[in-house]
């Protein structure tokens, strides 16, 4: 009889420690894709976004003055870095942006384009659950303007010439 009781309750044990296990998995986060606010959409008007990446706002930073403007915008999703190579080299084009520079390093990508007014660097990134785009973006200048220096924490420093 002991030993049916002690059977039934090593029994009782496993299953309770199994079905613990599999409800404590973490599950997936679900997250609604953010849409860039509209100083951003302006910004990166021409520049195409791979289809289901998010807009990171807390990577991200806009400048903008009288004759310039430029940022840097972080998207995040799902993709390979093969397919997000082949969507930039095949889109960008189609957007009027002509390549200047092409490389790879580790799990990076860098895709450097020039338009007639603007550039553009992509940085593209792989990882293993996630991929990220980093695109900076700017007007561009003309030669011998004045030019403020200015960096994500807004300290500002003397203009150049």
């Not at 700017?138 to 300290?155: H, Y």
Request: with cysteine; aromatic share 10%.
């Amino acid at each position: 009889m002991r030993r049916q009781v002690a059977k039934a309750v090593l029994i009782a044990g496993v299953i309770l420690g199994l079905t613990a296990c599999t409800t404590m998995q973490q599950q997936p986060v679900q997250t609604k894709p953010v849409k860039p606010p509209q100083k951003i959409v302006e910004l990166i008007n021409g520049i195409p976004i791979y289809p289901g990446f998010s807009y990171q706002e807390n990577k991200s930073f806009v400048y903008e003055s009288n004759q310039v403007k430029a940022g840097v915008l972080v998207f995040s999703g799902k993709a390979t870095m093969s397919q997000l190579v082949e969507f930039y080299r095949s889109k960008m084009p189609e957007y009027g942006w002509k390549m200047v520079s092409f490389f790879q390093h580790d799990q990076d990508s860098f895709l450097n384009y020039d338009a007639p007014d603007r550039t553009c660097q992509l940085t593209l990134h792989a990882g293993e659950f996630s991929s990220t785009i980093t695109i900076r973006t700017g007007t561009k200048i003309s030669e011998g303007s004045e030019v403020q220096v200015v960096n994500p924490s807004n300290a500002a420093a003397p203009p150049h010439k």
